[in-house]
């Protein structure tokens, strides 16, 4: 699916909420970004426990 935003930020934002359910390929800055968000959120919320 295309997704289009006026930039590659906030479109990672928008995107973010959707998790491991979706893959986005490009821009590599919304990559970027998502990475950067996942971090953040960790440091926030520790890791996953363990199932």
């Given at each position: 699916?295309?997704?289009?935003?006026?930039?590659?930020?906030?479109?990672?934002?928008?995107l973010?909420?959707?998790?491991a359910r979706v893959e986005v390929l490009d821009p590599p800055e919304a990559r970027e970004r998502l990475a950067r968000l996942a971090v953040e959120l960790a440091a926030v919320?520790?890791?996953?426990?363990?199932?």
């Open positions: 699916m295309r997704v289009d935003g006026p930039t590659p930020e906030v479109i990672a934002t928008q973010a909420g959707l998790g919320y520790g890791p996953p426990a363990a199932g």
